[in-house]
């Protein structure tokens, strides 16, 4: 028998609800036998995270980069509370409200193209997961089968669902554990160059016909490894399975809502995705909501007399009104306030600050995107990982090493003195270790 591992112990002064509920929670992605207990947290605003002990962090991710108006923004959290008084919830089959369908219409608005159809639901992983589902079916309302699977990228990420997990880096990312569970798709790499570019034809010439689907996160895989490509990269993948015929799911869950300095990244390359996945920093930060949009070939191959036809899927919660009011607060925001030339000019103070981490012993590179900077390691074992999360939080830093990346993706709104501060924190752990 094994023995119940013991638990690392809470910091002194750590409020009594932390020490009576740890025995209850299960956190993610986290080995909660060896690593650190999680940080109390008792409010946020703007972009800083408030401790139970009195600390104050200055918040480097935008957590999961939702936040692009930074914490507890008053627009956002006063149309929260103004839709939770007249309609917390209501089903949305065969019932509508305004903030849904307002929605609806600002998000085609800023879709690119002829994106125009919008099917709501509570995540990034389950808009993803519908994403697939309306190719699929896309396929068989046109009568042709044996569509049953999808062309993905290595490094890809999307989301920690069965069908995103099916179409993510197994090989490389978080799910290998799952590996034999997963339906078996195509992965190859990005078109970054002739041999990769020709790779890809290949198999898109040789195995089309059996492939619903294309899916790409634009300009940067996130969680597989925070990678950049360029829009021309983008504009091949787009161009090259179009052409064919073939539908290209954008999954800009971490890329919308000007993060890379574009509204979405499709902008920046000019492409049109027959299918866009959105959710993360939707509502500002505040609340979960994902939103899968198709252009009207897509949509109207649903459409007919065949009740069949119809597209099969509905998540209880999706399209809560509180979610869409917060949504509809935060493209407010983008309308009234210059967010997307913020994470724009991000960008070179995130360079100048970062850079001198390049010449730090161990460090592989530094990039930079919009509001997204990066700094790779060529090893960060456990235990120095460990160490870095300790030392950016003693520094009053909320900077979450993952793989062998440091990362930053802090709020849109973050002022100049706090991205240098924030640097200058995440090249000084660095250093120190
Ligand atoms: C985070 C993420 C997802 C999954 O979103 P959840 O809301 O965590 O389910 C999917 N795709 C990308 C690109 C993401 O970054």
Not at 75 to 88: G, H, N, P, V
Not at 151 to 160: K, M, N, P, Q, R
Not at 170 to 180: C, L, N, P, S, Y
Not at 334 to 351: C, I, K, N
Request: net charge negative; charged share 20%.
């Amino acid at each position: 028998m094994s023995r119940k591992p013991t638990r690392p112990p809470l910091p002194k002064g750590s409020p009594d609800w932390l020490a009576a509920g740890m025995g209850h929670i299960w956190l993610p992605y986290t080995q909660m036998a060896v690593e650190d207990p999680p940080l109390a947290v008792v409010g946020a605003e703007g972009v800083r995270i408030r401790l139970a002990d009195g600390r104050e962090l200055l918040d480097g991710m935008a957590s999961w980069w939702t936040a692009c108006h930074g914490y507890n923004h008053p627009r956002i959290t006063a149309a929260i509370r103004d839709q939770a008084e007249r309609l917390s919830h209501v089903m949305f089959g065969g019932l509508a409200h305004e903030p849904a369908l307002a929605l609806a219409r600002r998000l085609a608005h800023i879709a690119p193209g002829d994106l125009a159809h919008v099917f709501f639901s509570d995540s990034g992983s389950v808009a993803v997961e519908v994403a697939l589902k309306m190719a699929l079916q896309y396929w068989v309302n046109r009568g042709e089968r044996g569509r049953a699977r999808f062309l993905c990228f290595a490094h890809g990420y999307h989301g920690d669902t069965f069908g995103a997990m099916a179409v993510s880096d197994a090989e490389h990312g978080f799910h290998r554990v799952f590996a034999d569970a997963l339906a078996a798709n195509l992965t190859v790499d990005l078109p970054r160059d002739k041999p990769s570019l020709a790779a890809y034809r290949e198999t898109l010439d040789s195995q089309g016909d059996t492939i619903a689907g294309v899916i790409v996160e634009p300009l940067v895989q996130g969680a597989g490894g925070m990678l950049f490509h360029d829009a021309q990269v983008l504009g091949l993948v787009v161009a090259e399975a179009q052409s064919r015929g073939i539908p290209v799911i954008a999954d800009e869950v971490f890329t919308g809502f000007g993060r890379l300095g574009h509204l979405l990244a499709s902008d920046a390359a000019g492409v049109v995705p027959d299918i866009l996945c959105l959710s993360k920093a939707l509502t500002g930060g505040a609340l979960g909501l994902g939103a899968t949009i198709a252009r009207p070939h897509i949509f109207e191959a649903f459409s007919g007399p065949d009740l069949a036809a119809a597209f099969m899927h509905g998540p209880t919660f999706m399209a809560n009104p509180i979610a869409c009011a917060a949504a509809n607060a935060s493209l407010d925001l983008f309308d009234s306030e210059p967010r997307v030339a913020q994470a724009a000019r991000m960008e070179g103070l995130l360079e100048a600050g970062l850079h001198p981490c390049r010449s730090l012993p161990g460090v592989l590179d530094v990039r930079t995107m919009g509001a997204l900077g990066v700094v790779e390691l060529d090893d960060l074992p456990f235990e120095r990982l460990i160490a870095l999360r300790r030392a950016f939080i003693e520094g009053g830093l909320w900077v979450r090493p993952f793989g062998r990346i440091v990362y930053v993706t802090p709020a849109l709104v973050m002022e100049e003195s706090d991205v240098e501060h924030l640097c200058n924190g995440v090249c000084l752990g660095l250093r120190g270790n």
